[in-house]
């Protein structure tokens, strides 16, 4: 690979970080595994995501209340 995939940025701001990276797929699959929470730790560089839990919601109409 000749051409520099990843690259960190200067920036002005203090506690800021900033990074350019070369991904080369087409962007909609780029977002498609953006946009998907199971896929969150596979690409989270910070080690604080280890697993995906799956939650179940359910939403009961209280009597009296209208939904807005």
Not at 26 to 39: C, D, G, T, Y
Not at 47 to 66: C, D, H, M, S, Y
Request: net charge neutral; glycine share 2%; hydrophobic share 50%.
């Amino acid at each position: 690979m000749s051409q520099v995939r990843a690259q960190i940025l200067d920036v002005d701001f203090p506690n800021t970080a900033a990074a350019r990276i070369v991904i080369n797929a087409p962007a909609s699959k780029i977002f498609e595994v953006l946009a998907n929470p199971r896929a969150h730790s596979s690409f989270d560089g910070s080690g604080t995501i280890e697993k995906v839990f799956l939650a179940q919601f359910v939403f009961i109409k209280a009597p009296n209340l209208e939904w807005q």
